[in-house]
T-cell receptor
Framework: DAMVIQNPRYQVTQFGKPVTLSCSQT?????MYWYQQKSSQAPKLLFH???????NEADTPDNFQSRRPNTSFCFLDIRSPGLGDAAMYLC?????????????FGPGTRLTVL | AQKITQTQPGMFVQEKEAVTLDCTYD???????LFWYKQPSSGEMIFLIY??????QNATEGRYSLNFQKARKSANLVISASQLGDSAMYFC??????????????FGTGTQLKVEL
């Protein structure tokens, strides 16, 4: 089945130790998104890629970076995780930005920072 | 100002009953879309239903229907014949505009629904 896959499902890192979260998709969608969802809060968009074009949200900290080496994969890099970065990180895709498409979400990666 | 407001942090419903989850939105964009997602405790976001601002009829998908009242800027989700598996967090979300580089969604704070026997 076509889907959005996130690895790992659970990630533990140490304060200040760089960590990379992975997302892959078999939907061949043009747009890939990264959301941060803290406990009991709504998901918050960090950035998205439309094909190779990177679009950062204005309030996304510089500590968060992303890479999209090809259509299928997108990575979230947290350069120096702080305790406040502990959250669920959701990857999503959509076919294109102009149509009324829903976003397809992966299962999320729950990040713990010790 | 909040763009998406969900005023019910928690709701209870009896199995087989219908339940309405409230959502109001704020936008000056004439073209927008409204979405409802379900998030079980496992974490994934599951798309339920979509309503476009120019759609003349209320959207329906199986047991889910969207009560769209454009003048009041509300987009309430109605779940009919509730099942135990409907227990989850429900998010209302809005996408503004149809152009631009990305289908950006703004989410409300969610409503935790618990279905009881």
């Amino acid at each position: 089945d076509a889907m959005v896959i996130q690895n790992p499902r659970y990630q533990v890192t140490q304060f200040g130790k760089p960590v990379t979260l992975s997302c892959s998709q078999t939907l061949n969608h043009n747009v890939m998104y990264w959301y941060q969802q803290k406990s009991s809060q709504a998901p918050k968009l960090l950035f998205h890629y439309y094909d190779k074009d990177f679009n950062n949200e204005a309030d996304t900290p510089d500590n968060f970076q992303s890479r999209r080496p090809n259509t299928s994969f997108c990575f979230l890099d947290i350069r120096s995780p702080g305790l406040g970065d502990a959250a669920m990180y959701l990857c999503a895709t959509s076919r294109d930005p102009l149509a009324a498409n829903e976003q397809f979400f992966g299962p999320g990666t729950r990040l713990t920072v010790l | 100002a909040q763009k998406i407001t969900q005023t019910q942090p928690g709701m209870f419903v009896q199995e087989k009953e219908a339940v309405t989850l409230d959502c109001t939105y704020d936008t000056s964009d004439p073209s927008y879309g409204l979405f409802w997602y379900k998030q079980p405790s496992s974490g994934e976001m599951i798309f339920l239903i979509y309503q476009g601002s120019y759609d003349q009829q209320n959207a329906t998908e199986g047991r889910y229907s969207l009560n769209f009242q454009k003048a009041r800027k509300s987009a309430n989700l109605v779940i009919s014949a509730s099942q135990l598996g409907d227990s989850a967090m429900y998010f209302c979300a809005m996408r503004e505009g149809v152009t631009g580089g990305g289908n950006k969604l703004t989410f409300g704070t969610g409503t935790q629904l618990k279905v009881e026997l």
